[in-house]
């Protein structure tokens, strides 16, 4: 099958929903969350606190360790049997999830959950199989709206869904899911070409950071960028972790915002990703390249993460607020260029790297923010988490302009927007 004909519209659909939902799945089941954990606990919203962090890793934790395994399996077995059977498990899970009768099983659908999550990385395998070298970055930026629109989404539907009951979320996203399954079943081509063995020496992080450092197989550099670029996605996503991490406090505590004022924000910051993501990211694309996006974006979000770390005037930062989506061009600019410098056969190794990079970001970085923001907000700098986010982000500069000099003393045959 050509990558004309497997990227029909209602493949690349089946395949964007699926991304959407795993974003709906985690936002709509939020606020319905604390509830459920007291219920299940009969504890106070202290004690439900502590469990939902513990709900949170676990699911992270799950992310981090199967996604290369997942991304592998998909670049032996296929692309279409992979994402089904996640989205089957992951339709079943949530059935469980609303029928929980303790919080031992509804950590351990967490788990399941945070594994089914993991195919993310076969979602972007995916994309990566169906799209021209030029077409990756662009792509990977539409991955990253969907996974946008589901969490603006998710919290929406989830509280209305809430007032119905606690379990009645979870009933939602498991008939969402069996639709998208359905679906799938109809329209998802398998656009695997040419199988490759599987090994466990790719199908765990360590193994899949060691495998990608020892040659791209497909690209003119090698595999050492790519193992470069796994490290700026890492520090890249650390940074941005700040938003969800600390957002609902930091309003609060810098500005007096209200919650209704907090909702408005995250909504504005939520739309703005989408919208770059999936439409604006192309302009960039188109003008500065790949190369040029991904240092446009890390020089934006330096500066933003700085602003936002010393304002002090709470209707400044409600109006910077859907300005801050302008430097999420960077995870999908890097995965173009990763993605060009891997052969056909290792897209699923790659892409589960990549979701290990950056659960193994999304396990640590909110409690660092957290524990910043808690330490600084005592001392009068609520906005000390920024301002680290900042120096990652400079670091993530440093990294890239010393690879761009090093790079330089070769010749570069891959055109403006190569890697």
Not at 349 to 361: D, H, K, M, V, W
Request: glycine share 16%.
């Amino acid at each position: 099958m050509t990558r004309r004909a497997a990227g029909g519209r209602l493949p690349i659909a089946f395949v964007l929903l699926c991304l959407t939902l795993d974003a709906m799945g985690i936002g709509l089941i939020l606020p319905v969350m604390p509830a459920l954990i007291e219920e299940l606990t009969g504890g106070g919203i202290g004690e439900a606190a502590l469990w939902g962090g513990v709900l949170s890793a676990a699911f992270a934790v799950m992310q981090f360790l199967f996604g290369p395994l997942l991304g592998s399996l998909s670049d032996r077995w296929g692309r279409r049997p992979v994402l089904l059977v996640s989205l089957a498990v992951m339709t079943a899970d949530y059935v469980v999830m609303a029928l929980a009768g303790s919080i031992w099983l509804l950590l351990l659908t967490r788990v399941v959950g945070g594994i089914t999550a993991a195919t993310m990385s076969t979602a972007n395998a995916f994309i990566a199989d169906i799209s021209d070298p030029e077409e990756k970055a662009a792509r990977f930026g539409l991955a990253g709206a969907a996974f946008g629109v589901g969490f603006v989404l998710g919290p929406a539907i989830g509280g209305v869904l809430g007032e119905l009951g606690t379990r009645a979320p979870f009933w939602a996203a498991a008939a969402l899911g069996a639709a998208n399954l359905a679906l799938g079943l109809l329209v998802m081509p398998e656009t695997v070409r040419r199988p490759r063995p599987f090994s466990l020496r790719g199908a765990n992080p360590l193994g899949a950071l060691a495998a990608l450092g020892g040659g791209g197989g497909g690209g003119r550099s090698g595999g050492e960028g790519v193992r470069l670029f796994l490290g700026i996605v890492f520090l890249y996503e650390f940074a941005f972790i700040v938003y969800p991490a600390t957002w609902a406090y930091f309003g609060p505590a810098a500005f007096g915002w209200t919650p209704g004022t907090v909702g408005l924000s995250l909504t504005l910051f939520g739309v703005s990703l989408a919208v770059v993501q999936g439409g604006l990211i192309r302009v960039a694309l188109c003008h500065l390249g790949e190369r040029g996006t991904v240092l446009w974006g890390l020089v934006f979000n330096a500066g933003i993460f700085a602003v936002l770390g010393v304002l002090g005037v709470g209707w400044i930062a409600l109006a910077l607020t859907p300005v801050t989506g302008l430097g999420a061009v960077v995870t999908p600019a890097l995965q173009g260029l990763m993605s060009r410098r891997m052969a056909e056969d290792r897209q699923g190794e790659l892409q589960g790297a990549i979701t290990s990079a950056r659960a193994l970001a999304a396990v640590f970085s909110p409690f660092a923010m957290t524990a910043l923001f808690w330490w600084g907000e005592a001392r009068g700098l609520p906005g000390l988490a920024f301002l680290l986010s900042s120096a990652l982000i400079a670091v993530c500069l440093l990294l890239w302009t010393g690879r761009r000099r090093a790079a330089a003393a070769r010749p570069d045959g891959e055109g403006r927007g190569g890697a």
